[in-house]
């Protein structure tokens, strides 16, 4: 039965009546007795939890300067694209009325584009949360309602000095109304969606910025949020209701042609105060330092046609790097470059459309999960993706060594690092790749957007990034592996390391990365990687990785590293009666190229390091972590790392980081 099976019960409990009426009396009584296998009424009732995306606008007030928070191909507003979290319960009556109580949060995008200079402030509208009671009336799987209650919201000012940097941000909480209206419709299985308009309306504050030296200002939110939610029922009969509900159907099959699943990582990072004589403006703090960051991920796939599928990810991130991820080129948290903002907010990271081509060669069986819809496929075949990604995603994979909510965390490990893959500040970026896939071995190959400047959160199509992957799988002693050769090339606007230094040695009293910026225009870095896994005894593996870049222009997107081994093993506690455990040690040694060190040490600064001299020295890395199973959805890690020669500053350092990872798949 497809997604719209329940239409189709309707039709043919239609055409059934139809042929009851011409029957005979035996044959009628007999379909009679078989009638109430034909009811679909569609109960209601029970307590669930969903998730939603939208759009929103509205007004801060005037003179509040709002931010223009990201909207993607909607026009920016004050709220921008938004996503989030909903609880609630319903309770549907006799006569079909629904009666239900919701609680949920919705929080807004980062910032579109540059602040609205030269405004001394700038207001934002951080989240806004609501208890609503829910009255609806039930047409079988349909359910109009509408809605209202009591909502809250968070703001704050961002105050800004003369050059546009944040020097203050005073926020308070916010309360207010609610009302809205909307529809819900049963999917497939325990699943709902829903489509639903909210005004919220919350109280005017005054921020009082005269210890400032700034004038008070009003803060007024009137909020519109336009949202499309799925949630996910509990029960299917409530003991409680379980005789009103004898005949009906509370659930609908179940569909291969949808699937959803989400996942939340939760990481604080800590390490005690190190050696360190002097920094510089992209140093670690020597005092030592604890921060965390949070990520909350839905995946949602839909099959479209035979072949052709589409995956949406809108993620909620929030929480800082430690040193605000920088002074370590290995960073230790493979979740930081998502980060940086103190409240989540939403930004709709993958978005792409996957096209396979069967050509024969048998089949194989795919599995339900993120970003995998179940199935079988051609064996030898051809894929198109094309859309929004993260060029890890379908590059550089290692069944080992490649996830940091679940393996090791360190950038230098999970990923090669001297690959300055193309990708905005979350690490995406926009493209398209095509992959030939054989029982023994693929060949993939990838055209991507490169950010406008280093360190850029605009991407741009003018200048591109490119990559040819060839993947071989093997067996030694009947044990499987695959290596992995990688060959890359960005263009993009980049600064020359050696040009850079010789106008500098022309006028030292130039500043050497102003210097930089003034001479960037398109150049070409290129690369290889070498990526390696293999299976030594079952839960047991090995991996290995190596990787080179040219280092002659600066690092558009990932981290500073011009080339870097790195290889570990990874093993799961079945040896210890624990099969969903795993343990993990591993190592990565990062270099820099000859161009590339002499800039940092004029003073010069990258992407994640630059302590204004250097005394070089490759910068070495050994973490290991033991991974505890809690549950079939719930992991928890332990997780040293040790830093040798942090920022290739054997001036500074070494640096211990602890860290833990709570991490949820559902």
Known sequence: MNRHGQSWEYLCAGVGFSVLTLATPAAAADMARKAPELQTAYDWTGFYVGGHFGYGGGSLGTGTNPLPEEGVVLPHSITGLIGGYEAGYNQQ???????????????????DGPRLAPAAFNATLDYVSTVRGRGGYA????????????????????????????????????????????????????????LEYDYIDLTHRI?????????????????????????????DNPAWTAQAAANARTTLPESD????????TFLPSAYPSFRSPYAGANSLPGGGQTQETWTTTAFLGVRLWQGGEFYFNPELAQGFGIGGTLGIAGFPNGEAQKAGAAEPKLRPQ???????????GGQEEVDDGPNQLPGKRDIDRITLIV?????????????YSHDPRADFMNW???SSAAYDFPADLPGYTNGAVVEFNRKDWAVRAGAFEVPADPNSDVLTYKTGGTVVEFEERHT????????RLGAFANSGNTGNYRQALAIEDADPALDINSVMTGIRHDNLKYGFYLNAEQQLVKDIGLFARASWNDGQTEILSFTDVDRSISGGLSIKGSFWGRPSDTVGIGGAINGLSDAHRDFLAAGGLGLLIGDGQLNYRPEQILETYYAYSVSRNLTVTADYQLITNPAYNADRGPVSVFSARFHGEF
């Not at 009325?97 to 910032?111: C, Q």
């Not at 993958?350 to 024969?360: D, I, S, V």
């Not at 030694?476 to 290596?483: I, S």
Request: aromatic letters at 16%; glycine letters at 14%; a negative charge.
């Open 139 to 194: 047409f079988g799987n349909w359910m109009p309602y509408v809605t209202g209650g009591f909502a809250w919201g968070h703001t704050h000012i961002d105050l800004n000095d003369a050059a546009g940097n944040i020097y203050a941000t005073p926020g308070q909480i916010q309360t207010g109304w609610t009302v809205g209206a909307g529809v819900e419709f049963a999917v497939s299985g325990h699943w709902t969606a829903k």
């Open 207 to 235: 921020y009082d910025l005269s210890g400032f030296g700034l004038p008070s200002i009003g803060v007024d939110p009137s909020v519109h949020l336009f949202k499309a939610g799925l949630n996910y029922r509990f029960a």
């Open 476 to 483: 030694v002693f009947d044990q499987p592996g695959k290596l």
């Open 257 to 264: 042609d949808w699937n959803v699943h989400a996942q939340t």
């Open 387 to 399: 859309g929004r990604f993260a060029v890890g995603d379908f590059f550089d994979n290692n069944s």
């Open 93 to 111: 009556l006799a006569n079909h009325v629904v009666l239900g109580i919701e609680a949920d949060a919705s929080f807004s995008s980062p910032a």
């Open 350 to 360: 993958r978005y792409y459309l996957k096209q396979t081509f069967g050509l024969g």
């Open 412 to 414: 230098a490990l999970w």
